[in-house]
């Protein structure tokens, strides 16, 4: 698909990302995250891309709290317009599979280089988050074109990682086949996340 940037020049293969701050208001972080340390007292967690932390089971969306429910919601939204980009618009609702969990990262906890197979996109909500100088805890996607950056001038194909400060209540979303990691987190404050599997079921793309 080539996206046009001008008369002469236009974008082939590249990879979108949506990026949204204050996707939802403080209030609903504040249940988010009173939800997401209720299960964890539970003790109810698993271990998959992280090292350290702690993540729940990947039923977050049939969690009852009224701001699970808007995340959804605001969710499907928002996945409508990453889909609709660079294409006309569609008359029919995109129907979509959705698997969530959260993630709590303490101080020198981190998440290893993976990304999300079998499923069409990935997201990741921040519920809370704090990143100054020296904290860590960024969020690193990688180019996935494995051969972008033999060329002498890496910066100007933007070959190079992306690496994004997460903070409260800012989404970020890409397909799923995106290579990403979160770094060691060395803030004085937990850092909560939660992260979406998302599978388009009828899409016509």
Request: aromatic letters at 8%.
């Given at each position: 698909?080539?996206?046009?940037?001008?008369?002469d020049?236009?974008?082939?293969?590249?990879?979108?990302?949506?990026?949204?701050?204050?996707?939802?208001?403080a209030?609903?972080?504040?249940?988010?995250?009173?939800?997401?340390?209720?299960?964890?007292?539970?003790?109810?967690?698993?271990?998959?891309?992280?090292?350290?932390?702690?993540?729940?089971?990947?039923?977050?969306?049939?969690?009852?709290?009224?701001?699970?429910?808007?995340?959804?919601?605001?969710?499907?939204?928002?996945?409508?317009?990453?889909?609709?980009?660079?294409?006309?618009?569609?008359?029919k609702?995109?129907?979509?599979w959705?698997?969530a969990?959260?993630?709590?990262?303490?101080?020198?906890?981190?998440?290893?280089?993976?990304?999300?197979?079998?499923?069409?996109?990935?997201?990741?909500?921040?519920?809370?988050?704090?990143?100054?100088?020296?904290?860590?805890?960024?969020?690193?996607?990688?180019?996935?074109?494995?051969?972008?950056?033999?060329?002498?001038?890496?910066k100007?194909?933007?070959?190079?990682?992306?690496?994004?400060?997460?903070?409260?209540?800012?989404l970020?979303?890409?397909?799923?086949?995106?290579?990403?990691?979160v770094?060691?987190?060395?803030?004085?404050?937990?850092?909560?996340?939660?992260?979406?599997?998302?599978?388009?079921?009828?899409?016509?793309?």
């Amino acid at each position: 698909m080539l996206v046009k940037l001008g008369a002469d020049l236009s974008v082939m293969f590249g990879t979108p990302v949506f990026v949204r701050k204050s996707f939802l208001d403080a209030a609903a972080n504040v249940q988010l995250e009173e939800a997401i340390r209720r299960r964890m007292a539970e003790g109810h967690g698993v271990q998959v891309s992280n090292v350290g932390g702690w993540q729940s089971r990947p039923d977050l969306m049939a969690w009852q709290e009224p701001a699970i429910a808007r995340l959804g919601a605001e969710l499907h939204q928002a996945v409508k317009q990453f889909l609709l980009f660079g294409r006309a618009a569609q008359d029919k609702e995109p129907k979509l599979w959705l698997a969530a969990w959260a993630n709590l990262n303490r101080p020198g906890d981190y998440n290893i280089l993976h990304n999300h197979p079998g499923q069409d996109l990935a997201a990741i909500y921040y519920v809370k988050a704090k990143v100054t100088n020296g904290t860590g805890g960024h969020l690193e996607l990688r180019d996935p074109r494995p051969a972008a950056g033999f060329c002498n001038f890496p910066k100007l194909f933007s070959a190079g990682p992306l690496q994004l400060a997460p903070e409260p209540g800012m989404l970020v979303m890409f397909p799923s086949w995106v290579e990403h990691m979160v770094h060691p987190h060395h803030g004085a404050e937990d850092r909560i996340s939660i992260a979406i599997n998302i599978k388009l079921m009828d899409f016509e793309g």
